[in-house]
């Protein structure tokens, strides 16, 4: 097994890569992610956590796995590699539950598209991040190419992809390709800790104000406009909005796992 997923009470999905020290992803895994990534939909959580056991996070593609193919087979190889990993992803971006990832260690190729995609990144201090395909004479997969424009502008992504340099998780966060840099220690506890918080929070619009931010780089001020007043509105009326402004009014916290319930 290089997955598992275990679903807690609170609505927290901790999904693991745990395929040896790098955590390389063969066929195998992808799909494995990409199960995942299904069954979390099909359980509507309200957050997912995803880490990698070991001394590091995700060091991208198994070479081994892909050099060992004749080469007659390998581009239909990757083609399968790519449309599960893919698949996963589009899962995680459509889910309203928000994405949290704790990253230590190396994390390079389609382990930084797995990085970028969290909606928090949690860094330990000791990681560090190579894009690495060009070094081999690939291209980019996992959303890298983009994400890492959005995240670092098209001239730092340029470099980053071209010249394949080693960032330390300090730059990582000045770059804005991880929201927060932490001890090594404190990695898992810190990003479970965010996780829990986020599960107790107003799932619904986290999912709106995910597709928000996402959409603002292809929409005119006119479009996010005329989107963010539809939204709110639709948000004002909602389960969640209506414990959301109950409970400010009578001065308590609000109390969104039974907003959803209801």
Not at 27 to 53: K, P, Q, S, Y
Request: aromatic share 4%.
């Amino acid at each position: 097994m290089t997955i598992t997923t275990e679903i807690d009470d609170d609505g927290v999905a901790h999904v693991e890569m745990c395929r040896g020290s790098g955590n390389a992803i063969d066929l195998a895994m992808a799909r494995g992610l990409l199960e995942a990534a299904r069954e979390c939909a099909a359980a509507r959580v309200r957050v997912v956590l995803l880490t990698g056991r070991g001394p590091s996070f995700c060091v991208g593609g198994d070479l081994k796995e892909f050099g060992a193919l004749p080469v007659e087979r390998l581009a239909g190889h990757l083609v399968d590699v790519t449309d599960a990993l893919h698949g996963a992803l589009r899962i995680l971006a459509g889910l309203d539950a928000p994405l949290v990832a704790a990253v230590q260690g190396a994390v390079a190729g389609a382990g930084l598209g797995l990085a970028m995609a969290a909606d928090l990144g949690f860094a330990a201090a000791d990681a560090h991040f190579t894009a690495a395909y060009t070094a081999i004479g690939y291209s980019p997969d996992a959303g890298v190419s983009w994400l890492l424009p959005r995240l670092v502008g098209p001239k730092r992504a340029l470099d980053l992809l071209l010249t394949n340099r080693r960032v330390p998780a300090a730059e990582a966060l000045e770059t804005g390709l991880v929201s927060r840099v932490v001890a090594p220690e404190r990695l898992q506890e810190e990003a479970a800790g965010a996780a829990r918080a986020l599960a107790r929070g107003a799932t619904e619009a986290y999912g709106v104000t995910r597709r928000l931010v996402a959409g603002a780089f292809s929409a005119g001020l006119d479009e996010q406009l005329d989107a963010e007043a539809r939204r709110l509105a639709a948000a004002a009326v909602s389960g969640e909005g209506r414990e959301g402004m109950a409970a400010f009014l009578d001065r308590r916290a609000p109390d969104f796992t039974r907003a959803a319930r209801r």
